[in-house]
């Protein structure tokens, strides 16, 4: 079995910044890749930025130049570096990682969400 637990929403002025974190844990063999998604209030979940044993990658052109994505491969945790934060991020921000488990099977897994709202 494998868990995702995201933690680093909040609340938050424009203009500032935050960081969240998604660590994954339980019958890990590998993880092939790891994912950010967020989720306005009536619209669809949009891929943010992943993470492969390749480049990283920013997916989303409205978070471009402000957003980064890193990972922490001995800790099995992913990041998303939000600066200059913008009312339009307010979302709940999910992680999703493509994990091969210890029974050699591989799945997508999600976390249970984190909000974060950019308001004055």
């Known amino acids: 079995q494998v868990q995702l637990v995201e933690s680093g929403g909040g609340l938050v002025q424009p203009g500032g910044s935050l960081r969240l974190s998604c660590a994954a844990s339980?019958?890990?063999?590998?993880?092939?890749?790891m994912y950010w998604y967020r989720q306005a209030p009536g619209k669809e979940r949009d891929l943010v930025a992943s993470?492969?044993?390749?480049?990283?990658?920013v997916h989303l052109d409205a978070v471009k130049g402000r957003f980064t994505i890193s990972r922490d491969s001995a800790k099995n945790t992913v990041y998303l570096h939000m600066n200059s934060l913008e009312p339009e991020d307010t979302a709940v921000y999910y992680c999703?990682?493509?994990?091969?488990?210890?029974?050699?099977?591989?799945?997508?897994?999600w976390g249970q969400g984190t909000q974060v709202t950019v308001s004055s």
């Open positions: 999703n990682a493509d994990i091969t488990t210890r029974a050699l099977t591989r799945g997508q897994y």
């Open positions: 339980g019958s890990i063999f590998k993880i092939n890749a």
């Open positions: 993470t492969t044993s390749g480049p990283s990658t």
